[in-house]
């Protein structure tokens, strides 16, 4: 793996990398998470499924749904 | 994706809204939502004096900062669970936010009262502990009410907990619970306090959007007693559906409710007596928690913790 390009993902507590910059549809797809469920903060920004993540980029996944 | 109001670059899609949005446009968008239920379904009006039950999760803190800021000022209540250091950092947030308001939040203590945290308190009754904190949970809020004189409850439920359970409710047909899933629940006078749900249209992706957007410091972590709930089973099947079809919950909700006028006439006649004890709504002559202090031979009265919100100080050592 090229850990040049590599973009950070970080999911209920764990850090992932993934290989090479993509949309923010694609990311979500990747982990078989659903745009319902998930929101997407980029340097603590929130953005939407077209957003195109760049290198360096430090992505959050935040799961929206609570039980109980 | 551009925000359809200002043209800069979006922060959240809402395919329900067939529309996108940046951060402050969003923000403005959900809280005229609200506005707009609250006033619409007359879930809080003038000279009312609303309390929020919180739990330090997204909703229900959401919902406590949103209301204080659209001009209705409300405390808070939380009932802490003793469940170790969930219910211990379910605390903090809370006392920060009642700190941030200015307002003052009421904390029950379940080791308090029984000496133990929900879970051992439920295994004696053999009960699941849900079962044991919804109930405590649903008494000790009327309470606050009726002794501290707020006439309004307030809670955090979003429109998919109200799918989930309105599809629950269907699946099986629980005719007794079908109906009584209004935004708006009335009291009964000195005995059952008015309760009302301002987020019942704002789904729970906008809710955690709008906690994101609005620095709402909330609890992420789940309570751990939350993985069996049912609900959660509903609510990944109905966002499967509304990932294929945009809006589904919504046109669920909107339609229960539209049917809800004319059928819970049928249904409301059910009688309801008063506990002997305490005076709470139930089916024998004993409610459900004076029967629950009595297997527990406590005779101690139930007391609330207050915090002042602009005296508060988060490093006060709380029980768990
Ligand atoms: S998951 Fe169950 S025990 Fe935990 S707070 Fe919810 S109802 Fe109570
Ligand atoms: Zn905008
Ligand atoms: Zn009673």
């Given at each position: 793996m090229c850990y040049e390009k590599a973009v950070k993902v970080e999911l209920e507590g764990k850090m992932y990398n993934v290989e090479k910059p993509m949309q923010v549809s694609r990311l979500l797809q990747q982990f078989s998470l659903s745009r319902?469920?998930?929101?997407?903060?980029?340097?603590?920004?929130l953005v939407t499924e077209d957003y195109r993540l760049q290198k360096d980029d430090q992505i959050k996944l935040i799961r929206v749904v609570s039980g109980g | 994706m551009k925000c359809r109001v200002c043209g800069q670059e979006a922060s959240i899609g809402l395919r329900a809204y067939n529309t996108a949005l940046c951060a402050d446009d969003f923000i403005f968008f959900l809280e005229k939502r609200v506005s707009t239920t609250i006033r619409k379904y007359h879930l809080i009006e003038t000279g009312d004096t609303p309390i929020v039950a919180v739990s330090g999760g997204k909703d229900s803190l959401s919902v406590w900062y949103l209301l204080n800021r659209l001009g209705y000022p409300a405390d808070g209540i939380y009932v802490d669970l003793g469940i170790g250091d969930y219910s211990r950092t379910s605390l903090t947030k809370i006392t920060q936010m009642a700190e941030k308001l200015c307002r003052k939040v009421y904390v029950l203590h379940v080791r308090d009262i029984f000496d133990k945290g929900i879970d051992e308190v439920a295994r004696t009754i053999r009960r699941v502990p849900c079962s044991a904190c919804g109930m405590i949970k649903r008494y000790v809020m009327?309470?606050?009410c009726i002794d501290k004189g707020y006439n309004v409850l307030v809670t955090g439920h979003n429109l998919d907990d109200e799918a989930a359970a309105l599809l629950g409710n269907l699946l099986y047909w629980k005719d007794e619970y079908l109906w009584k899933k209004s935004p708006s629940l009335e009291s009964k006078d000195g005995h059952l306090s008015k309760k009302v749900k301002p987020l019942f249209l704002c789904s729970e992706?906008?809710?955690?959007?709008y906690a994101v957007l609005s620095g709402i410091d909330y609890i992420y972590e789940e309570c751990p007693f939350s993985v069996d709930a049912k609900s959660l089973e509903y609510k990944s099947i109905l966002n499967k559906l509304e990932e294929s079809s945009p809006g589904t919950k919504l046109q669920f909700i909107k339609g229960y409710l539209k049917n809800m006028k004319t059928a819970r006439k049928d249904n409301e006649n059910r009688d309801m007596a008063y506990c002997t004890t305490c005076g709470y709504p139930c089916y024998g002559d004993k409610c459900n928690m004076c029967r629950l202090l009595e297997r527990f031979h406590i005779e101690k009265a139930i007391a609330f913790d207050e915090y002042d919100g602009s005296t508060l100080d988060s490093n006060r050592v709380m029980v768990t």
């Amino acid at each position: 793996m090229c850990y040049e390009k590599a973009v950070k993902v970080e999911l209920e507590g764990k850090m992932y990398n993934v290989e090479k910059p993509m949309q923010v549809s694609r990311l979500l797809q990747q982990f078989s998470l659903s745009r319902e469920t998930h929101l997407v903060i980029v340097n603590n920004r929130l953005v939407t499924e077209d957003y195109r993540l760049q290198k360096d980029d430090q992505i959050k996944l935040i799961r929206v749904v609570s039980g109980g | 994706m551009k925000c359809r109001v200002c043209g800069q670059e979006a922060s959240i899609g809402l395919r329900a809204y067939n529309t996108a949005l940046c951060a402050d446009d969003f923000i403005f968008f959900l809280e005229k939502r609200v506005s707009t239920t609250i006033r619409k379904y007359h879930l809080i009006e003038t000279g009312d004096t609303p309390i929020v039950a919180v739990s330090g999760g997204k909703d229900s803190l959401s919902v406590w900062y949103l209301l204080n800021r659209l001009g209705y000022p409300a405390d808070g209540i939380y009932v802490d669970l003793g469940i170790g250091d969930y219910s211990r950092t379910s605390l903090t947030k809370i006392t920060q936010m009642a700190e941030k308001l200015c307002r003052k939040v009421y904390v029950l203590h379940v080791r308090d009262i029984f000496d133990k945290g929900i879970d051992e308190v439920a295994r004696t009754i053999r009960r699941v502990p849900c079962s044991a904190c919804g109930m405590i949970k649903r008494y000790v809020m009327n309470k606050i009410c009726i002794d501290k004189g707020y006439n309004v409850l307030v809670t955090g439920h979003n429109l998919d907990d109200e799918a989930a359970a309105l599809l629950g409710n269907l699946l099986y047909w629980k005719d007794e619970y079908l109906w009584k899933k209004s935004p708006s629940l009335e009291s009964k006078d000195g005995h059952l306090s008015k309760k009302v749900k301002p987020l019942f249209l704002c789904s729970e992706r906008e809710m955690a959007a709008y906690a994101v957007l609005s620095g709402i410091d909330y609890i992420y972590e789940e309570c751990p007693f939350s993985v069996d709930a049912k609900s959660l089973e509903y609510k990944s099947i109905l966002n499967k559906l509304e990932e294929s079809s945009p809006g589904t919950k919504l046109q669920f909700i909107k339609g229960y409710l539209k049917n809800m006028k004319t059928a819970r006439k049928d249904n409301e006649n059910r009688d309801m007596a008063y506990c002997t004890t305490c005076g709470y709504p139930c089916y024998g002559d004993k409610c459900n928690m004076c029967r629950l202090l009595e297997r527990f031979h406590i005779e101690k009265a139930i007391a609330f913790d207050e915090y002042d919100g602009s005296t508060l100080d988060s490093n006060r050592v709380m029980v768990t």
